[in-house]
């Protein structure tokens, strides 16, 4: 499960707030140094809420929402606990999308001028937010992410602020995806360096040889059905003591 994030309010202080003109280009330059800069995709969001603020035109807070088709989100990165709460409003103790989220699964980007227009009583103007600016980032057949941001007076983003969002959506779009392989393959790494030392082990324990100790846990794991992986790891953590179960234990 992705982690969650509260991003300090004093990073970023070299980049221009509220980029205008040429200033942009340089601005989210620098923004995408910063995203490309980040260690693992959990590190990306939480850049990339800070970066929001300080690059759109009104932004006085943002947030990172997943949601699942037909189903609830989860909030996975916000400046502050009012977005936290924007992005979660409760009903009946649950966590729904905002219904004018729907919408994103076919539009890259949704406005609200006003949550007070029809007369409030929502989350946001619940929570004196009147305006909000949420940009599709990533999207399937049964996954949205969305970047949204906010701002306590109405109608507080223009088209400035949505054509520099939708540059901005499109760095950290491409930035979170560079994240999530180089996490990928960083974890292949550390998968393949548990199931060579759980080999070994077995190799030692049984006085079989390498093919015969992975094709021992290949079978143990189908027949326990357990990951490889996680099979591996139990068999590391029992030869140091650390608990666990080995191969053929039951």
């Known amino acids: 499960m992705p982690k969650r994030f509260v991003v300090a309010a004093s990073e970023f202080t070299d980049l221009p707030r509220f980029p205008a003109g040429f200033e942009l280009a340089e601005a989210l330059t620098a923004a995408a140094r910063h995203l490309h800069g980040t260690g693992t995709p959990d590190d990306t969001l939480s850049a990339a809420v800070e970066l929001a603020v300080r690059l759109l ?4 807070h943002a947030g990172i929402s997943e949601i699942q ?7 996975l990165a916000w400046t ?45 103007s619940g929570l004196g937010l009147r305006s909000a600016l949420s940009l599709r980032l ?5 996954r949205l992410t969305v970047l949204t941001a906010y701002a306590r007076k109405p ?10 969002g939708r540059l901005f959506t499109a760095h950290v779009s491409l930035a979170l995806d560079s994240a999530t392989v180089r996490e990928q393959l960083t974890e292949a790494m550390r998968t393949r360096d548990l199931i060579g030392q759980a080999t070994g082990i077995l190799m030692e324990r ?9 094709d021992s846990l290949v079978k143990a794991s189908q027949r326990e059905n357990v990951k490889l992986r996680d099979l591996a ?14 191969v053929g234990e039951r």
């Not at 729904?96 to 227009?117: M, N, Y």
């Not at 990533?138 to 049964?142: E, F, G, Y």
């Not at 109608?155 to 520099?164: H, L, P, S, Y």
């Open 206 to 214: 049984m006085n079989i040889d390498a093919a015969g100790a992975f």
């Open 233 to 246: 790891r139990r068999i590391v953590d029992v030869n140091t003591g650390t608990g666990g179960r080995g």
């Open 138 to 142: 990533r999207a399937d057949r049964r």
């Open 57 to 60: 035109p009104g932004a006085e």
């Open 80 to 124: 502050d606990e009012a977005v936290r709460f924007a992005a979660e409003p409760r009903n009946g103790g649950g966590r729904e999308p905002h219904p004018d989220w729907e919408r994103l699964w076919s539009t890259p980007v949704v406005r609200i001028d006003d949550s007070e227009a029809d007369g409030g009583g929502n989350a946001l």
């Open 155 to 164: 109608q507080a983003f223009g088209e400035d602020a949505t054509r520099i």
């Open 69 to 75: 088709r037909g189903s609830r989100l989860r909030t």
